[in-house]
């Protein structure tokens, strides 16, 4: 008769490592889908007003070179600071720009550049239309203008103006907003970005 | 058993109680009559057509014009032709109301091609109201939605555009002045007070060739206040010599902005020709499929000035009187500040080409036509 003494505590001793590893690795598997989730997406759906859905990314947007209408320069766009707020407008037909301007200049006074950053793209207006756009309203953030029409080329966005994306600084989008011509949908958009951002609550 | 029996009776007394209760007819209570709507207020304003029509051996403008010649245009392509401009070549450039559509056609009335797309990008319109002849067989078009005025080859090449957005208004119009190079969009501008509230409008604005903004003119009427006329302000303009001469649909008062920014009270119509409103009229509380209907019965009770141009020495002024012909015409003298005489007749949409020409619309209404025949006459 084969004494099975010493080979069954090895198994016994086997067996529990082995439960061991298999509840550290689900574990570790969890604690990956969880952590998964929350990050941030690098590019979000958008419905459109006609029904189609359009992808936007950051990674559409590397590489543009935009004109700036106080300079009359083209300028690439890129993400310096931590979080920036990037504004698609337009320069004719968005009385909602007009109204929710007030907020980006609020949010862009409200932490330094470094941390945050509001940038204003616009998109179906001329050089010409932009200049005056910039000269009537004299935004204090930056306004770039795509006068290729590169944005709508790469991302068919964006249909309606204003719409605004706030990404950080490692090409995640943190949220995304249409256009907001109610006063308390424009102060619940400011909390969420000053929130964000991790300023207590932006100026107003 | 008495017992038995007095219960079995107290029984059934109970259970024909209770049906008497639960089956009995209800007695309904007289249906209340709703309260019947008012009836829709007879159409006046298809009826003083016809008359118009039964009297069109009466229109005097061929005694008061000398007509050249006329050109027509197919109106399977046109719902409703509500501006005209011409070219120095002759060009027509119109702008269609219905299919939110500016187009070219040419001396001949040959179609040339659109005046833009649809589309709120430069080059494009949302809902164009303008078009003016511009420099250099050039044309303008004003985009009411868009807020911007684009400028086009005839046959539809966009070439630039400017926006009017920071001055807040939406332009119904656009006149061009080629001696001044300017533009003139004509819109509310409104001025409000410290609570947001309406209290006047400019109705004037001049922008360079280049589209700077210059300046804003003319106030609204206080006298128009009082009947709320905002929505039927779009004035009558033309330019002359840098001035331009403007007058609203409900005031025979004809102003002239001269090059210097001047405002000034240039002739006054004089009654009984012409009725300014008694009443205004609130869109608001007739129902949609009536509107129509009741604007145009509305506008029966007073004679809206439609179309005002410079032509030489002459101011004419042309208004809607249905006395019985649609529209009467008055002739000025700019040097002595009198009226001449007056026309009555069928054509409407007085317009000064660039050309030297004036034209009207031949056609009593001015949409819905199979044909759109346009008279071109001299003074």
């Known amino acids: 008769m084969t004494s099975s003494a010493p080979s069954s505590k090895r198994n016994r001793l086997w067996r529990r490592a082995r439960t061991t590893l298999a509840l550290c690795a689900a574990a570790l598997c969890v604690a990956a889908y969880v952590s998964a989730r929350r990050a941030a997406p690098r590019a979000v759906l958008i419905d459109n007003p006609d029904g189609t859905r359009s992808t936007l990314s ?6 543009l070179e935009l004109l700036n209408p106080r300079t009359g320069r083209a300028e690439p766009f890129a993400l310096t600071s931590e979080k920036t707020l990037v504004v698609f407008l337009s320069a004719g037909d968005c009385p909602t720009c007009l109204d929710e301007r007030r907020v980006w200049e609020e949010l862009a006074r409200a932490a330094d550049e470094r941390r945050f950053r509001v940038v204003g793209l616009l998109v179906r207006s001329s050089p010409a ?34 719409f605004k994306v706030l990404v950080n600084g490692r090409g995640e989008i943190l949220m995304t907003d249409g256009p907001n011509n109610k006063p308390r949908a424009q102060e619940a958009f400011r909390e969420k970005v000053a929130a964000q951002i991790g300023v207590a609550r932006a100026a107003g | ?32 009559p709703k309260a019947s709507a008012a009836p829709a207020p007879p159409d006046l304003y298809a009826p003083a057509l016809e008359r118009a029509r039964d009297r069109s051996q009466d229109d005097g403008l061929a005694a008061a014009l000398k007509i050249d010649s006329k050109v027509s245009l197919d109106g399977a392509r046109i719902k ?31 179609y040339l091609g659109p005046l833009g797309e649809q589309g709120n990008k430069p080059g494009a319109q949302l809902w164009p109201t303008g078009a ?24 539809g090449k966009f070439l630039s555009s400017f926006i009017y957005t920071p001055q807040g208004f939406s332009a ?38 280049d589209g700077q903004f210059i300046d804003s003119y003319l106030p609204f009427p206080d006298s128009a206040k009082a009947l709320d006329l905002y929505n039927y302000d779009s004035p009558a303009a033309d330019a002359d010599r840098s001035s331009l001469y403007v007058a609203l649909p409900f005031d025979y008062t004809i102003y002239r902005l001269a090059p210097d920014g001047q405002l000034s009270v240039f002739v006054r119509g004089q009654e009984p020709a012409f009725r300014a409103p008694s009443e205004g009229i609130n ?97």
Request: glycine residues 6%; contains cysteine; proline residues 3%.
């Open chain 1, 58 to 63: 950051v990674e559409q947007l590397k590489g």
């Open chain 1, 129 to 162: 239309e932009a200049e005056t756009f910039v000269k009537a309203y004299a935004p204090s953030f930056t306004v770039l203008l795509d006068d290729r029409g590169e944005i709508a080329r790469r991302t068919q966005l964006p249909q309606i103006t204003p």
């Open chain 2, 1 to 32: 058993m008495k017992h038995k029996l007095s219960l079995l009776f107290g029984c059934v007394v109970a259970i024909c109680l209770v049906c008497a209760i639960r089956f009995a007819p209800v007695k309904r209570l007289a249906a209340v």
């Open chain 2, 283 to 379: 869109v608001e509380k007739i129902p949609p499929a009536e509107s129509y209907r009741r604007i145009q019965n509305w506008r029966l009770g007073w004679t809206p000035i439609s179309a005002l141009v410079v032509s030489g020495d002459t101011l004419l002024v042309q208004y809607q009187s249905f006395n019985p012909l649609r529209y009467t015409i008055d002739f000025w003298s700019i040097e002595k500040r009198k009226k001449l005489r007056s026309v009555n007749t069928n054509c409407a949409l007085l317009t000064k080409g660039q050309d030297g020409y004036l034209y009207l619309l031949e056609n009593l209404e001015a949409k819905g036509q199979q044909r759109y025949d346009i008279i071109r006459a001299k003074l």
């Open chain 2, 80 to 110: 409703n032709l509500n501006q005209l401009s011409v070219a120095s070549n002759g060009d027509l450039y119109i702008v269609d109301y219905e299919r939110k559509q500016a187009e070219a056609y040419d001396r001949e009335g040959r």
């Open chain 2, 172 to 209: 119904q119009k656009v006149v061009y002045d080629g001696a001044g190079r300017s533009f003139y969009l004509l819109g509310n501008r409104w001025q409000r007070d410290e609570a947001g509230q309406v209290t006047g409008a400019q109705l004037v604005h001049k922008y360079a060739a």
């Open chain 2, 132 to 155: 003016a002849a511009a420099d250099g067989q050039t044309v303008a078009v004003a985009d009411f939605a868009g807020h911007r005025v684009n400028t086009f080859t005839r046959e």
